[in-house]
């Protein structure tokens, strides 16, 4: 296999960045970089799939539409991996990619290796707006409230000045709307 020079990071200056991709294009754009030599991680996990026919487990990413790769992120290496098929662009702010710190890379990673039983949730903070997808309570809105382990949905009725607080399972919640910048 060859390995492109131009990937070749200076493994002090490399960082791990998010790499959103195009609808379905992860797996492509995994074996792109393992052929290109970039040093990348995307996260899977094992799913059953049911057809009319048959069931089967197959492996899906963890966090849709991303990836991450390990690389220096000088403006030529950013350009060619901008240039591979399937890749949307680099996750970051108007200054350019933000990298994730190893730590958090590391943990996944550790996560996935003990096959530990995980679910993936959007961030959503206390404060956030929300509404409760799922179960009997499903359509109802309020602010979202954390305290130690126990989370809270709260219903407000300003007129009186009153609110109500309801415990929910955290993975029943979506966030509604937009946060605030």
């Not at 200056?13 to 379905?24: I, L």
């Not at 959007?122 to 954390?146: C, I, K, M, S, T």
Request: overall charge positive; some cysteine.
């Amino acid at each position: 296999m060859l390995i492109d020079n131009a990937f070749k990071d200076d493994n002090s200056r490399a960082r791990w960045f998010a790499v959103w991709t195009r609808s379905r294009q992860e797996k492509l754009v995994a074996s792109m970089f393992q052929s290109l030599g970039i040093q990348h991680f995307l996260p899977l996990r094992s799913e059953i799939r049911r057809w009319s026919d048959r069931k089967q487990a197959v492996s899906v990413p963890l966090f849709s539409g991303y990836l991450f790769v390990r690389t220096n992120p000088v403006s030529e290496t950013r350009l060619r991996i901008l240039r591979i098929p399937g890749v949307a662009g680099l996750v970051g702010n108007q200054e350019g990619p933000v990298p994730i710190p190893d730590l958090q890379i590391e943990d996944i990673q550790t996560v996935l290796a003990t096959r530990t039983q995980c679910v993936v949730l959007p961030l959503l903070e206390a404060g956030d707006l929300v509404r409760v997808a799922r179960g009997p309570l499903a359509g109802v809105q309020g602010r979202l409230l954390r305290s130690n382990s126990t989370t809270r949905l709260v219903i407000s009725i300003e007129l009186i000045h009153q609110s109500l607080a309801i415990s929910v399972a955290r993975e029943d919640v979506e966030l509604v709307g937009q946060r605030a910048a």
